[in-house]
């Protein structure tokens, strides 16, 4: 079983920037980051493989996700934050042969979840 373990919410005014880390206790294929709102349900933010990667129409141009392999660790860089970014966000990871998608049933991990709040 593979933990991931998040780091780096937090709350920021909008048009500022934020962090947020997961590291994968094990190996991993695809890493994703999805984040749910209360009442709605849980959207792809970014995915990544290798070179590869994804991003959501509503973050593209604003968020970047990374990998640092020696270290196991996802990061996703936020920039120009707007108060509807405003969830909970959640590092995945998949077992390997899984088409990387945006989607969340592609997933088999699932960090706790990091708060990031975007106030106006």
């Known amino acids: 079983q593979v933990q991931l373990v998040e780091s780096g919410g937090g709350s920021v005014q909008a048009g500022g920037s934020m962090r947020l880390s997961c590291t994968a206790s094990?190996?991993?294929?695809?890493m994703g980051w999805f984040r749910q709102v209360p009442g709605k349900e849980r959207e792809g933010v970014a995915a990544?493989?290798?070179?590869?990667?994804l991003y959501a129409d509503s973050v593209k141009g604003r968020f970047t996700i990374s990998q640092d392999n020696a270290k196991n660790t996802l990061y996703l860089q936020m920039s120009s934050l707007k108060p509807e970014d405003t969830a909970m966000y959640y590092c995945?990871?998949?077992?390997?042969?899984?088409?990387?998608?945006?989607?969340?049933?592609?997933?088999?991990?699932w960090g706790q979840g990091t708060q990031v709040t975007v106030s106006s």
């Open positions: 094990g190996y991993v294929y695809n």
């Open positions: 995945a990871a998949a077992r390997p042969l899984r088409l990387l998608s945006l989607h969340r049933h592609g997933y088999d991990y």
């Open positions: 990544s493989r290798g070179g590869r990667l």
